[in-house]
């Protein structure tokens, strides 16, 4: 491992007389490299996470040649020290190229390596690179156990490279198009074990041959220095898709809300249903298929089929210890409270101390938040595993509409990697498949309110209408949602508990997520903290 050292570092252009092939062992080079060099660099990238916290220094965990013939480029797992006392790992392929004219917005650091010209890149802009990654995995032999392991997966069927180019999302990791057919996913936050993506993926498509998330295809991790697993990259089938299930929800919603004037339809005449009963299409009020229309009821369905199918194919392996159903028990219970204590207090911390940045009903919901702090955390403390007959299971963990793609009519189920917030550990604990219901739950509710708030001038009705019109159509989105899932839950005998106890684990979750949620407005999107404070305040004077 090397130290950053203030002193006697060298000035650019940087020359060093080593070739490229036996750069990483300099100590020169890395001294420079980490502290002048990518202290820069790290803090500019859309996937680096630590932009709330002060960088302290970087240090070079560990490294590691990603090759094929003659072709050397490096593997480097950084981790990043703060100010904060605590660090995060990143994973950041370099390359070496001569060209005076490429990748010149890409560059990392301008060298000359015994007399040779040159930069360092990431090697994700090298095209040679990312054919490098794809031909290993094709090429990968069964049970590779070299220190960079590449697999592949019986779904690979393409036989040559072809292409390549950046997916271009929004997102954490960076992910590459390949072929026009597949998805090549280099994680960059990284954690000494299995990412949770590809272990999901991978049980998912190929054990279980469950078919509504993209297809596995290949990965490769590296073993570290203690022996850990750590998965960089992730291959799967690229899913051509219409967007994702957000978009598609709220512009169903806008339609919906609309729908109220053209169909004249008096809100205060709605018919109401409790909060989680279950519905048929066909127990739907005409009333609400008139307002709502059928079509958005259908997909409700089969978005709750598809989860269910994930849950059981998650919830029926027995030889695998990782995938194991297990039931509650105390140290589950322990486990679970502390993680909600501590996060439950992080966030009054958050709402405490950001009051300022909320007005109107927001600043007025926080208020109320605040006071009712004791009542809430009863709520979390209210846990007795004694009384739960279901069985726990690997779960998405963090599951929204964001999460899901559309296509046809159909759903493909993405991104296993857990709660962003989480540590790696925690999100391979069994959890409530409820857990993953309730994340959908909240982001019907999220998907309602978004509406209102971003087009609330579009539509004649007053705000309060429109809210009591939202906080109505919620409750049916749950009601044919759940009752979907739980037949099939039923059917395929997934054990998730006696009726009361669903019922109780739903309203848990949800208020576990809505203020993990909390947490997440008030950083990333204040003016969008008041949809988690609304859901809190009314899953606690839910009466039931
Ligand atoms: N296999 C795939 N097929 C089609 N689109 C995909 C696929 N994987 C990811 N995407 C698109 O890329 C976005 C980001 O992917 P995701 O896995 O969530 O990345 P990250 O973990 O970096 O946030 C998704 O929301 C989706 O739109
Ligand atoms: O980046 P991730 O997809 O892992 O998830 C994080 O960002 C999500 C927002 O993009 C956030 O989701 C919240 O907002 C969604 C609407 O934008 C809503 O559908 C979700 O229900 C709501 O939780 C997610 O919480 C966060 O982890």
Known sequence: MTKKKKDEVLQPPYQFDVVWEELIENEEFIKVFLSDVLEKYVVQQRWYGGKSSKLKYIELQEYFKIQQNEEVYYGLLLQVNFEEAFYQHYFLPIAFVSDESFAEKERILPICMKGQNGFIIDALN????????????????????????????????????????????????????INDNAVIKFFRRIYSDKNPDYEMSRFLSETKGYKNTPAY????????????????????ELVENQGDAWSYMTKQLNIIFHNL?????????????????????????????????????????KLAQRTAEMHVALGSEFSD?????????????????????????NRLNIVENNLERLQGPSLELAKNFLERKNEIRKRFVNFDWTKFKGERIRI?????????????????????????????????????????????????????????????????????????????????????FYDSYMKLIQENN??????????????????????????????????WAVIPLEGIMSIIDETN
């Open 126 to 177: 090298l095209e040679a690179f990312r054919k490098l990654v794809f031909e290993r995995i094709m090429t990968a032999v069964p049970n590779d156990t070299t220190k960079v392991q590449y697999h592949k997966s019986a779904h690979f069927k393409d036989t040559e490279y072809k292409s390549s180019r950046f997916m271009g999302m929004e997102q954490s990791n960076t992910s590459i198009i």
């Open 321 to 345: 210890t990782a995938f194991h159903p297990t039931h509650y028990n105390g140290d589950y219970e322990v486990w679970l409270k502390n993680r909600l204590l501590y996060q439950f207090q």
């Open 396 to 480: 998405h963990g963090d599951y929204h509409l964001g999460q899901v793609l559309v296509k046809d009519d159909d759903f493909y189920l993405l991104d296993f990697e857990g709660e962003p917030e989480s540590t790696i550990r925690d999100r391979k604990v069994k959890q409530p498949p409820l857990k993953d219901v309730a994340g959908m739950f909240r982001s019907f509710h999220y998907a309602i309110y978004a509406t209102i708030f971003n087009n609330g001038d579009d539509y004649p009705h007053s705000k309060e209408e429109l809210f009591k019109a939202g906080e109505i159509l919620y409750r049916y989105f749950i009601a044919v």
């Open 261 to 301: 004037e053209y169909k004249r339809i008096n809100v205060h005449d709605l018919p109401e249903v409790p909060m989680f009963a279950r519905l048929g299409i066909n127990d739907v009020p005409p009333q609400i298929i008139d307002w709502a229309g059928l079509h958005v009821f259908v997909m409700l369905q």
């Open 217 to 236: 295809l290949g990965s490769s991790n590296v073993i570290d220095s203690d022996g850990a697993y750590i998965t960089i990259a992730l291959m799967q």
């Open 494 to 527: 997934l054990n998730i508990g006696y009726k009361q106890e669903r019922t109780f684990i739903l309203k848990y979750c949800m208020l576990e997520k809505a203020v993990y949620e909390l947490g997440y407005e008030m950083n990333s999107r204040p003016d």
